[in-house]
């Protein structure tokens, strides 16, 4: 489905794809830079005791959820600057894109790219020969991991709409609201192997962001059965 | 790097022209242990990426009976503020425009080398890197790709200077014949070679006669496409398949630190030889663009073409739409060129008859501008991606990193090139993202990512 996104509303116009480009490379800078946390401390602690390192994986985990929305708010400013800077070229004095589909190509930019580096090795192991949960393991594994990709994609596409909203209008609980429910989900994956507890609130979670961005956005319900009935 | 391949047995034409400037290199030497014969001419004259190095043309208002050389002056001054928006309005579809090719390179590159064994084989080394690296200690091996990566620029440096010197003394027939010997080789033998395996690991037959057919079909075409005329995304697409092949051959042939070296000093060689007063590249665009002279073909890949329709001449038609690839800057610099003052140029410094410019440009039909990118540099951004996507245990996650953040580098270069309008290289900036990234994700990236992956945790 993300892929699809991309098609769809992205693939035409070249600068939506070049923000998406940079807006995959912000989230990959804050990988890189948890990761490299997250190594130091492994290093430097003793790698046999188990609770510590489920510890510090779950440390590492928040301080990277932390990071990525930090590395979401530097990005707003590139593109605030950018747009200042578009709207300086342009010919009829307005940008040629607005904010908003800034924030939601950003999102997805984000999206996609920690979508790619939790399934992709994934799927390439999915190629070849196995049986999936055969130590015991969930058998679902593959599905759920898609599911749960899925729904982070679509996670930080709406929270990238939020998060930029927020910033524009000064409301800092928009932004808080943002980090937490990035909080919450990843938090709500520690539950996994149980999935009821982690793919369900998850998936509730994102219907909650994804009418608020909606709506945030200047849709409405009016607009909503309009579309759906086709009308014009 | 250009290489001019004089002789037979001369090992490589690295190409000069490294990313925006460059060409690729030479083709491999004998030092196959396959026996493949030493192929000159295919990889140094193939690669040379050129940048048009030529000034911002004027924009299509001003087409029409303008020489080259008075007009670009002329107009330069009038258009620079509408020029100034104009490219940055274009820039993000230029931007666009080069990164549909190089991503297509890249995938082509990445899916030959998860998928053919043999490109990932160590079959023994170029000539240009003697010193191998399967010695015992460390910091043998450091040494021995260090030297390794020396021999390879000298070579490199070698032939560029030789490239601009023939240039400066006019021997076009020489660098057209090396160009012509160069693609040649690419052209048949590569793929000859990477045709045979590909089939192999598909465990697919084929006889003969039809190989036959089908590599001369695609090399006589291709031939024709590069060096005469052809439609522009035909060019495109060979000058990406070749591009292709002459990575995997690197990839295949330099052993694994010395590849990275030789990325780092290569980048910084390019940055050199464009942006010193001194350095060769910059020298021959300096010189190309004296002479108003376009670049040769088969070095540069344009991402936007003139069309010469309903020319009043024939043969200056012809002459102008075979030759809008070819930049005035040999060096692959990147600039935007005006498609009008292009025209004019190749026109009239290839037309052997001595037409004016003046009726082809008023017969312009279409004008697009566009950005033009070194062969070389596409090379080696598919170097990269390759060697990543070969040699890390991370496998896709490091591929796509790099990837990534060529792209992003490739964005910067233009942007910087929007900003500066004059050749850049392409190589730097590009390159030095990937290998930061490369090292970074497979060391760091990868452990985080596989812990997270067995506990099914997602951030």
Excluded at chain 2, 35 to 49: C, F
Excluded at chain 2, 61 to 76: D, K, L, P, Y
Excluded at chain 2, 423 to 429: F, M, R, V
Aim: aromatic share 12%.
């Amino acid at each position: 489905p993300a892929f699809g996104l991309f098609i769809f509303t992205i693939a035409r116009d070249p600068l939506r794809i070049i923000i998406l480009i940079a807006g995959a490379f912000f989230w990959l800078v804050s990988l890189l830079l948890s990761s490299l946390i997250w190594f130091i401390a492994v290093k430097a602690s003793d790698p046999q005791d188990e609770r510590l390192q489920k510890g510090l994986l779950i440390f590492g985990v928040m301080f990277s959820v932390l990071l990525q929305e930090a590395f979401r708010f530097l990005y707003y400013k590139l593109l605030r600057k950018a747009i200042e800077g578009l709207v300086a070229l342009s010919e009829d004095g307005c940008s040629p894109i607005s904010i908003q589909q800034m924030a939601y190509v950003a999102g997805v930019g984000f999206g996609l790219m920690s979508g790619a580096f939790s399934m992709i090795n994934l799927l390439a192991d999915a190629l070849g020969p196995g049986t999936v949960g055969i130590h015991g393991d969930s058998q679902l594994y593959f599905l759920t991991s898609a599911f749960m990709t899925m729904v982070l994609i679509f996670l930080h596409t709406f929270w990238g709409i939020l998060f930029f909203h927020g910033c524009e209008h000064r409301r800092w609980w928009e932004i808080a609201a943002v980090v937490i429910m990035h909080l919450t989900v990843s938090g709500l994956s520690f539950c996994n192997p149980l999935y009821m507890g982690s793919l369900v609130p998850s998936y509730l979670l994102m219907a909650a962001a994804a009418a608020w961005a909606y709506l945030l956005s200047g849709g409405s319900a009016q607009n909503l059965r309009r579309f759906l009935l086709c009308k014009c | 790097m250009m290489a001019f391949m004089n002789n037979s047995d001369s090992e490589e034409e690295p190409c000069n022209e490294r990313t925006s400037l460059m060409s690729a290199e030479s083709p491999p030497v004998p030092s196959y242990q396959d026996g493949l014969p030493a192929s000159e001419a295919g990889q140094a004259q193939a690669h040379r990426k050129r940048r048009a190095g030529s000034s911002r043309g004027p924009t299509t208002n001003i087409a029409g009976g303008e020489t080259s050389g008075s007009g670009v002056a002329v107009r330069e001054s009038i258009l620079e503020n509408e020029e100034e928006e104009l490219t940055l309005k274009y820039g993000a579809k230029h931007v666009i425009m080069l990164f549909v090719p190089v991503t297509l390179c890249m995938i082509v590159v990445v899916a030959t080398i998860k998928s053919v064994r043999f490109y990932t084989e160590k079959n023994g080394q170029l000539i240009y890197t003697p010193f191998s690296e399967d010695t015992p200690s460390v910091g043998q091996r450091l040494l021995n790709s260090v030297l390794n990566t020396i021999v390879m620029i000298s070579v490199i440096i070698v032939m560029t200077v030789f490239l601009v010197l023939l240039y400066k003394y006019r021997c076009y027939k020489f660098i057209h014949g090396w160009l012509i010997l160069s693609s040649l080789m690419l052209l048949f033998l590569f793929t000859y070679i990477y045709l045979g395996e590909v089939l192999k690991t598909y465990n697919v037959a084929m006889d003969y006669p039809t190989l036959f057919i089908v590599i001369w079909n695609f090399g006589a075409v291709g031939m024709i496409c590069i060096h005469w005329k052809g439609p522009l995304q035909l060019q495109q697409a060979y000058l990406i398949m070749i591009s292709a092949l002459m990575a995997l051959v690197f990839i295949k042939y330099l052993p694994e630190w010395s590849a990275w070296v030789i990325l780092g000093a290569i980048s910084i060689y390019d940055l050199m030889a464009v942006l010193c007063p001194k350095g060769p590249l910059r020298m021959l665009v300096e010189t190309a663009q004296e002479r108003n002279e376009p670049i040769f073909p088969a070095l540069i890949y344009s991402s936007a073409m003139m069309w010469t329709v309903g020319m009043a001449k024939p043969d200056t038609a012809a002459r102008g739409a075979s030759q809008q690839t070819w930049d005035a800057a040999e060096d692959g610099r990147k600039q935007l060129r005006s498609p009008s003052h292009a025209e004019s140029q190749m026109s009239e410094t290839t037309s052997p008859v001595p037409t004016r410019p003046v009726t082809s440009l008023e017969e312009l039909e279409e004008e697009e501008r566009g950005v033009k990118l070194g062969l070389g540099d596409f090379i080696f951004y598919s170097v990269l991606v390759g060697k990543a996507a070969a040699t890390a245990s991370g496998d896709w996650n490091t591929t796509l990193a790099c990837f990534v953040a060529i792209l992003i580098g490739l964005c910067l270069t233009l942007l910087l090139l929007a900003v500066f309008k004059k050749a850049l290289p392409a190589l730097p900036i590009s390159t030095t993202f990937g290998l930061i990234f490369y090292f970074s994700t497979d060391n760091l990236v990868r452990p985080f990512m596989d812990t997270l992956a067995s506990h099914q945790l997602y951030i």
